[in-house]
């Protein structure tokens, strides 16, 4: 094998960096030497004429080496449009171009490497190549954006970092980490590198815009989106197109000039050796089989910590401000559409419904985002209750009350002495930026955490657990235990 050049690399300035500098480049190295030796089997099977080659050489060795590469199919990257016919998937013949480009780019998924990175592997590639092969390239072009089209069906977005400044504000979007960016109201700087690689908690996340997933998925799956609205009807209520917020949204406001796509929006964390947070929206005017199966991860934050209130959804809400104002124009089929976005729902659990919000969260004097029923924390049982109480006693939450007070300073709200004026909002949420929003109804309670998790878990847990033996639901037979269980399940 010729001889190549190591790539050049960043200074290593801690025994972390030098150990992983050392790792990445006996990666590279085994990666070059498979990636030869694949190349080089393939020529001689087509030289030779024979049906089988050589076993090729196994990528499994490095971690950080490709793997897997059998589920590829060639035929899930053929261009409809394209002239260039690909050869059959057999060992024939001499590695491609597109599958030389199809191994470049998983190795570059695999051991994160940079697109400028990835761009110098392939010119030393093409300057091996060009000492063996007569100088013929490995590559026609190293350009990253070349190497992307010969993918025409691959989602390539810009995945862009946003940090969280000490003042509770944003400072994004970051693309050079080793640039100082100072926050929105010029009271605090950060540089980015040196946050991402503190021992401290992870402060930032990333984010894929709402416009690059819409002009991807849209054309993709235009023959399944359903623009027609629903018949008005009370009894036939089978998606939430029938609903009355989505006629509010979308019917009642329709404009003439574009339509209206919808989004449900939901966000929890997932509970890992650290805590990962997405963020996921769904196009409610797909067919629900195809909307759950099409989500668009718009954030992703993976931290010790969890993210700091909703800011983690400001660069959503500015992009749906932005599609307010101006529909995003989508090309379909080779026609220009434009489309107004709006968010309709919002999915969560308590904990993040609160954070959501901005309200008190679900253990606490007012919980509820719906009216303002008052709980009382009862020192025998070790939990808030909330007492049964006439329906004409409790007030629904308003929008326009909300509103007027989540615009009072943060400090008046987190007082104690003001928690029944209040009523648990605690500050300014990002949803509220949107007009067309009801806050009361945008994120209704669900059946798991508010049932499941809630009322029945506690009615189990006083009739059936040892350690309620002295309550007065608690029942002390287990045949009488077993009982009462069989007639449940039956």
């Not at 503190?198 to 815009?209: G, K, L, Q, R």
Request: hydrophobic share 35%.
């Amino acid at each position: 094998m010729p001889k190549y050049k190591k790539l050049p690399s960043s200074t290593a300035s801690t025994e972390d960096d030098i150990r992983r500098q050392q790792e990445n480049e006996s990666s590279l190295h085994k990666f070059i030497i498979d990636f030869e030796n694949l190349n080089n089997n393939r020529e001689n099977c087509n030289q030779n004429n024979v049906q089988q080659s050589e076993p090729i050489p196994d990528f499994h060795a490095s971690t950080s080496s490709p793997q897997n590469l059998d589920i590829f199919s060639l035929d899930d990257f053929q261009d409809d449009d394209s002239n260039e016919a690909i050869p059959p998937t057999n060992n024939n013949y001499a590695m491609t171009e597109f599958e030389r480009t199809i191994i470049l780019l998983l190795y570059q998924t695999l051991s994160n490497s940079t697109n400028v990175e990835t761009q110098l592997l392939a010119r030393s590639f093409n300057n091996m190549y060009r000492q063996s092969h007569e100088d013929a390239p490995c590559f026609s072009s190293t350009s990253y954006e070349f190497l992307l089209k010969k993918f025409p069906h691959f989602f390539t977005p810009t995945i862009v970092k946003f940090f969280y400044a000490n003042c509770g504000d944003l400072i994004g979007p970051v693309q050079n980490l080793n640039v100082v960016y100072n926050c929105p109201k010029i009271c605090c700087q950060i540089k980015p590198k040196d946050v991402m690689y503190s021992a401290e908690a992870i402060d930032y996340f990333v984010y894929v815009s709402l416009e690059q997933w819409l002009q991807y998925l849209v054309p993709l799956l235009w023959d399944s989106i359903q623009l027609d609205y629903p018949h008005e009807s009370k009894l036939d209520l089978h998606d939430l197109k029938c609903g009355q917020e989505y006629k509010r949204i979308v019917i009642d406001q329709k404009r003439l000039n574009a339509e209206t796509l919808t989004l449900t929006l939901t966000w929890d964390g997932i509970a890992c050796s650290k805590s990962v947070w997405p963020l996921i929206a769904y196009i409610n005017e797909l067919p629900f089989n195809k909307r759950i199966n099409n989500p668009m991860l718009l954030a992703l934050q993976c931290s010790n910590a969890k993210p700091k209130h909703d800011l983690m959804l400001k660069p959503l809400v500015d992009e749906l401000i932005r599609f307010e104002r101006e529909p995003i124009k989508i090309n379909i089929n080779g026609e220009e559409k434009q489309f107004y976005v709006r968010l309709l729902l919002v999915i969560a659990d308590a904990p993040a419904r609160a954070a959501l919000l901005r309200i008190m969260s679900h253990n606490s004097t007012y919980p509820c985002n719906i009216c303002t029923v008052k709980g009382e924390y009862k020192t025998q049982y070790g939990c808030m209750t909330f007492p049964p109480l006439l329906s004409t006693s409790i007030k629904a939450r308003m929008n326009k009350k909300w509103k007027e007070l989540a615009n009072k300073p943060e400090e008046y709200l987190n007082r104690k002495e003001n928690i029944d004026e209040v009523k648990g909002v605690r500050g300014k949420s990002q949803l509220m930026r949107l007009p067309y929003i009801n806050l009361p109804i945008i994120c209704p309670p669900e059946i798991m955490h508010s049932q499941f998790l809630g009322t029945i878990k506690t009615m189990f847990d006083r009739w059936f657990t040892d350690r309620f033996q002295r309550s007065m639901w608690y029942r002390e037979q287990k045949r009488e235990k077993n009982y009462i269980l069989s007639s449940i399940s039956s």
